[in-house]
């Protein structure tokens, strides 16, 4: 398998596993309680920029966004719930975690090393 292969192959995994995400990522309404995926919002947001013409792009919306409601006033945004937190990473504790790794890795210099293996 060539290099151009395996990234392709990579590409189509990471694309199914958006595509789960999206489906079980919730936006909940702050006002109504209105629910709605980030797959189903997402959607929407494409076929509206659709109907406003061809040279309309829209971007997608992640779990840092939100979005108003469309059966009332209010704004939606991420609620995680279990099967969505498999999905993503929180950025503080990722940080927090590598510190934790970076400062323990500096702690081990070449001479605390020889005494363990000695």
């Known amino acids: 398998m060539s290099i151009k292969q395996a990234a392709e192959e990579l590409l189509k995994v990471a694309?199914?596993?958006e595509k789960e995400a999206a489906e079980v990522t919730e936006f909940v309404c702050d006002q109504c309680n209105h629910t709605a995926t980030?797959?189903?919002?997402?959607e929407k947001r494409r076929e509206a920029a659709k109907q406003a013409g061809e040279n309309v792009t829209?971007?997608?919306?992640?779990?840092?966004?939100?979005?108003?409601?469309?059966?009332?006033d209010g704004i939606m945004?991420?609620?995680?719930?279990?099967?969505?937190?498999e999905y993503y990473i929180d950025e503080d504790k990722a940080t927090k975690?590598?510190?934790?790794?970076?400062?323990?890795?500096?702690?081990?210099?070449?001479?605390?090393?020889?005494?363990?293996?000695?």
């Open 15 to 17: 694309d199914e596993i």
């Open 38 to 42: 980030l797959a189903l919002i997402n």
């Open 58 to 72: 829209v971007s997608e919306i992640t779990v840092n966004d939100s979005v108003n409601c469309p059966a009332c």
């Open 77 to 85: 945004t991420y609620r995680p719930t279990e099967a969505s937190e």
């Open 97 to 118: 975690d590598n510190d934790e790794s970076k400062e323990a890795s500096e702690s081990l210099d070449y001479d605390s090393l020889q005494k363990y293996l000695n």
